[in-house]
């Protein structure tokens, strides 16, 4: 059974940085992509980022120079850097790994930032 399991998110200031990581427990196989996606207060969830299997990122344009996504093989890990937060980055975030054939999420961690 595949589990994913985020951790990272928390309370921070504006123009601080946090990094969310999401661990991938359980045989995976034939990965399309890895993401992140975010769930703010009565918006709809979005596409933060995501990492293709050959290594390829895209990024929303709200976060692009400020996030950035990459991925450990060996720990099946992927990683969400996040600076230069802002209060509008405000959310919970989930984790999504994408297969030929499933659809996997994790439970979602919240990241708060305050002005």
């Known amino acids: 059974q595949v589990q994913l399991v985020e951790s990272g998110g928390g309370l921070v200031q504006a123009g601080e940085s946090l990094r969310l990581s999401c661990a991938a427990s359980g045989s995976i196989f034939s990965i399309n992509a890895m993401g992140w996606f975010r769930q703010a207060s009565g918006k709809q969830r979005e596409l933060v980022a995501t990492?293709?299997?050959?290594?390829?990122?895209a990024y929303v344009d709200s976060v692009k120079g400020r996030f950035t996504i990459s991925r450990d093989n060996a720990k099946n890990t992927v990683y969400l850097q996040m600076n230069s937060l802002k209060p509008e980055d405000t959310a919970v975030y989930y984790c999504n790994i994408k297969t030929t054939y499933d659809v996997y999420w994790g439970q979602g961690t919240q990241v708060t930032v305050s002005s």
């Open positions: 990492m293709a299997s050959d290594g390829r990122t």
